[in-house]
């Protein structure tokens, strides 16, 4: 029953780790000898336990010497086995995921075996064999409890890990992106992009553009290889599809001026040629990123069916992003008020973006006490109307450009604010990008 509750790999890889990287990786490691499966590797865990003890680093050497002291090092395999072992993996940074690997088959070993011996001995005293089998199994649901405080060793090994993968992508040079970016170089260098198991918000009065950003940052990672899954609740799949289309044949083409998203649906375009070319360019590019964008269009999408669809997508391959359109028209069932609802929306979306490991990007409207002031750029106090929004949230932006108040001032390419005012990751301030309303499309801001 036990022999296939234990990963081999994982057991070699948590090993290599120590002898490559000695303390560090051990001391983020919570595990005794008994619970590896492979005979060999529990002779050898159990020389690193001792060399903890006595504060002797674990090493190929050290190992070697301890094992010849206790008499094990042929039953561990003798010292090509440490040698082949310490060239199992090319860095230590994630010894403890392999260690959490090797400790959840150890207590499911350890049940299968309460298990066995509780049918073993139901027939001479089923009551004694009922009191021994829960204190058995208590026992383990507490040592699976204790998984979940991790250790500082194991959190700094992870951390270092993470920045070395993020910096290394960084080529050396410039800025060091830590979330997902959006492809606007001013918005990039002020959020770092968007980190996933964050919520973040995009807000604005409508009109200003929210739609459209959430529909650029999906397709600026789906272009990158990422998994994102739509949620919109205002528009349907038909219209999003437009959007998406006219954005991305006029992105690929770097014309703001010949698509036109109004034209589309109308079907008539100044240069029908044109147009065409670019769309059936644009549409082909699309189709290059099949599988990569989900869109689900349910006004009636609640976030338990989106955590249960969410986590369907993931189950079946990956998930990276989820936007949602906009989160002050999902429901949740009933409750004493609105905004307690919506309190409630919001904590379920920040735990989903948290239990998925997704940049979950949710798009809010702004209410018109905006539009009272003077100045009419929003405040976090506008979002702290609509519940808890903006303390679940890591980050949070406005939209805010002028040719919504004034229509003379707008432009082609309009010139959009967006004001980070939260950022938990790094700085607040003011990004500007450049918007095409007419294309559904947000570019890097040129002077």
Known sequence: MTQNLFSKR????VIGAVLLSGATAYAACDLQADDFYVQEHRHIWGAFVDMHAAGVSPCTTTTHDTLMRKGKLEAAGGFKALVKLSQAVPTASNASHYAEIIKRHSIARRAAITAKRLQHNLKADPLKAIEETTG????????LDKRRAVDLAAVVLQAHASLHK?????????????????????LDA??????????AIIAGRPGMGK??????????????????????????????????LCAHSAYLARDVETLDTKELARGRFANKERALAQLEKGAFALASIKGKVTIEDNSGTTPQSLARLAAAIQSTGRLDMIVVDYVQLMHAGKFESRRVEVDFISAELRRLAGALNVSMICLAQLNRGVEARV?????????????????????????YRESYYDKERARTVDPVEVCVA???????????????????RFLPFAP
């Open 10 to 13: 994982a057991e070699v890889s």
């Open 190 to 199: 002020i959020t770092g992009g968007f980190v996933k198991g964050d919520m």
């Open 211 to 244: 739609t459209c950003l959430g529909l650029h940052l999906a397709l600026a990672q789906a272009r990158k290889g990422a998994h994102v899954l739509i949620c919109s609740l205002e528009m349907g799949r038909e219209q999003l599809g437009a959007r998406l």
């Open 136 to 143: 058995a199994l208590s026992s383990l649901a507490a040592s």
């Open 422 to 440: 939260k950022n938990r990751h790094g700085e607040t301030g003011i990004a500007r990008v450049g918007f095409v309303p007419k294309q559904s």
């Open 375 to 399: 100045d009419k750029r929003p405040l976090l106090s506008d979002l702290r109307e609509s519940g808890s929004l903006e303390s679940d949230a890591s980050t949070v932006c406005f939209l």
């Open 166 to 186: 993020k910096l290394k992508a960084s080529g050396g040079e410039g800025f060091a992106h830590f979330g997902l970016i959006a492809d606007l170089p001013d």
